[in-house]
């Protein structure tokens, strides 16, 4: 691929010019070279890295970022410097509810280890090589990984995680998402108290029974819209469905839950003997 960086050479043992400049594709001679040894030196520019030096026609030994070249009478030697521009990686974080304090652990492949992150912080990593890195998210109690958006790059998802396969070049951001689960519980109460009589629900996470004093959780729920009703027995009516914690709204016989994120609703219903 073409680029518009400028590489810089510096040529020893009496080779003139002594420095000179390259771009992608471009070439420097040097002719009437005696016998004799020559090195070829190249100034490695920040983002980039000298991956290899292939060299044809003489005796030639790799040095640090560069070659020496040992060469013999007539000879026609041509070496080829090949650097690769290195990518980047970030990663961020983000919540649902938003600004939340809870802190999320991840792994990284490829060298880029381990870090952790809270809502609204992020990760760079810089100068990286061509080639697969992965990161995972450990994920706490009480939260999902709802999604990894990435741009910039070819990336797969795993488990918990992201497979970001990272070109020449290029600068990845994947933004992690987790959203707090939350809780809904139901309570029985009955007038007179301490009735012994069995009340059936029936509700969005599945079906119970209480009686008077009892009590029913679901917990690690996703944000939405839970209903619970109630059988109402022959000789009771329903008094009423009080709920404190989230967005309520009475329907027959019982109760439509709108759950946000991380709420923890508590409803209490209430029925009266006839």
Do not use: H
Request: aromatic residues 8%; charged residues 10%; contains cysteine.
């Amino acid at each position: 691929d073409l680029t518009d960086t400028s590489f810089n050479f510096t040529a020893e043992g009496g080779l003139s010019p002594s420095s000179f400049s390259l771009k992608d594709g471009e070439s420097q001679d040097f002719y009437d070279v005696p016998v004799g040894t020559y090195n070829i030196t190249e100034t490695v520019p920040g983002g980039w890295t000298l991956t290899s030096v292939n060299c044809t026609g003489g005796t030639c030994t790799n040095i640090t970022n560069g070659v020496s070249i040992n060469l013999g009478a007539a000879e026609n030697v041509t070496c080829t410097f090949t650097n690769t521009k290195k990518g980047s990686i970030t990663i961020k974080k983000e919540t649902d509810p938003d600004g939340s304090p809870q802190s999320f652990n991840f792994t990284g492949s490829g060298g880029l280890g381990g870090f952790n992150l809270s809502d609204g912080g992020s990760k760079p990593f810089s100068d990286l090589l061509p080639g697969s890195y992965n990161i995972t998210e450990t994920v706490p109690g009480g939260w999902t990984l709802t999604s990894v958006n990435c741009t910039g790059g070819t990336c797969t998802d795993i488990t918990n995680g992201v497979s970001i396969n990272l070109g020449a070049g290029e600068n990845v951001t994947c933004t992690f998402n987790n959203t707090q689960l939350g809780s809904i519980t139901i309570e029985k109460q009955t007038n007179p108290d301490g009735s012994t009589q069995s009340f059936n629900f029936t509700g969005t996470p599945g079906s119970f029974n209480l009686s008077d004093g009892g009590s029913k959780t679901f917990s690690d729920l996703l944000p939405g819209t839970y209903n619970f009703t109630e059988t109402v027995p022959g000789g009771w009516t329903l008094t009423s469905v009080n709920c404190t914690g989230g967005t309520c709204t009475n329907i027959t016989n019982g109760v439509s839950i709108n759950l946000a994120s991380g709420e923890n609703v508590t409803c209490t219903f209430t029925d009266t003997k006839l």
